[in-house]
């Protein structure tokens, strides 16, 4: 707040400049709803009407938050979150979250967590989650699962999984115990 001393003012701007800037060392971070809060160290993230873009460190989101995780972000989404992971990304969803996952992103989905996988991403899956699998994405998958194969997606299915996938097709599907493959036939 502005307070009559010129000097004081600009000396208060300078320490908020420096205290927005994006710090070397990363500590946990919570991100909730439309809000973010930090521990001691600010880390680097991009706050607008609800969405957060997070570089790096480790983050939980809840309450529906919409996350963009790229580079080696660490993130655990629950409650119903919004994950977009790229780059090395590790993401843990549950609760009904969804993840979009591309370039070798690597997601660990369980409780009903709804998946798409492009670019070499890897899923692993449990828990009645629901995976779209495209290109040379890999999935794991345990429980009931329900999986959607396209392109060269590489599918390991067991527990009581299901698989879908159009034939002919590049993709390449195991499946183990009670998993089931399903044919859907392409419409001429």
């Known amino acids: 707040m502005p307070n009559g001393n010129p000097e004081l003012n600009k000396q208060t701007a300078a320490g ?3 205290a927005a800037e994006p710090q070397e060392d990363f500590v946990q971070a919570t991100i909730t709803g439309e809000y ?5 160290i ?3 993230a991009d706050v607008a009407d609800g969405s957060y873009n997070v570089s790096s460190g480790f983050f939980k989101t809840t309450c529906g938050a919409l996350v963009n995780a790229s580079g080696e972000a660490d993130l655990l989404a629950l409650k119903q979150s919004r994950v977009y992971g790229s780059g ?3 993401i843990d969803a549950t609760d009904r979250s ?4 591309t370039d070798q992103a690597k ?6 967590a709804a998946v798409l996988a492009t670019g070499y991403a ?6 009645s989650s629901i995976v779209t699998a495209m290109d040379g994405s890999e999935v794991y998958a345990s429980g009931r699962v329900k999986i959607k194969a396209f392109g060269c997606a590489t599918v390991y299915a067991s527990g009581d999984s299901e698989v879908e996938v ?10 183990y115990g009670n998993a089931k493959k399903v044919i859907i036939p392409q419409l001429p």
């Open 16 to 18: 908020i400049a420096v």
């Open 36 to 40: 973010s809060s930090f521990d001691s």
């Open 42 to 44: 600010q880390k680097r």
């Open 88 to 90: 090395q990304a590790r």
């Open 98 to 101: 969804m993840v979009v996952a």
């Open 107 to 112: 997601v660990t989905a369980s409780g009903y």
């Open 122 to 127: 890897k899923v692993y899956a449990s828990e």
């Open 166 to 175: 159009s034939e002919p097709t590049m993709c390449n599907i195991y499946v």
